[in-house]
């Protein structure tokens, strides 16, 4: 009866061995993979090797700690993000914001639709926008001056 009892914890004993063994080999292969995940260098992935597979447990640990906190394709990803946020938006219409009370506004309006601050007026030949300062389009070479109603200022 002794000797069943010791054969069956000799057992048990190797069986929690082999576990552990293989436990360590997959943790240190899953160290590997996440450090080419993480770095292009090859340095860092053998780096990353040696502390998978050398100290059981405490290398990982070690790797956990010391690891790029992100992979290289989330890397990638915020950049394109940031890429995309400080573009100006792709719908053709150009902001600036208005003077007078900061709003965006389209920089084409002559006059601001929140605060009705006027940037500029509307030539009556040609149509264009003229800014206030100018007496005379540069368009058509219409004559501008304070008796002249625009089409904004009507």
């Known amino acids: 009866m002794l000797g069943d009892t010791s054969s069956l914890l000799v057992g048990g004993l190797v069986v929690v061995i082999i576990y552990m063994v293989v436990l360590w080999v997959a943790l240190a292969f899953y ?4 450090a080419r995940q993480r770095s292009p ?11 998978g597979f050398l ?8 790797y956990f700690v010391i690891r790029p906190p992100h992979t290289i394709e989330e890397e990638r990803a915020f950049l394109l993000e940031e890429q995309a946020l400080l573009e100006p938006p792709s719908d053709g219409v150009i902001v600036r914001p208005c003077p007078t009370c900061g709003r965006e506004i389209e920089r084409e309006f ?7 601050t006027q940037f500029a007026r509307r030539c009556v030949n040609c149509d264009r926008g ?5 007496s005379v389009c540069p368009y058509c070479a219409t ?12």
């Not at 160290?31 to 996440?34: A, G, K, Q, S």
């Not at 260098?41 to 502390?51: C, E, K, Y």
């Open 41 to 51: 260098s090859f340095g860092f992935t053998l780096f990353a090797a040696v502390l």
């Open 31 to 34: 160290v590997v993979r996440d």
């Open 55 to 62: 100290p059981p447990f405490l290398g990982p640990l070690i």
């Open 143 to 154: 004559e501008v001056g304070a008796h002249v109603l625009t089409r904004a200022g009507r």
């Open 130 to 134: 003229l800014r206030l300062g100018w």
């Open 110 to 116: 002559i006059v601001c639709p929140y605060c009705r």
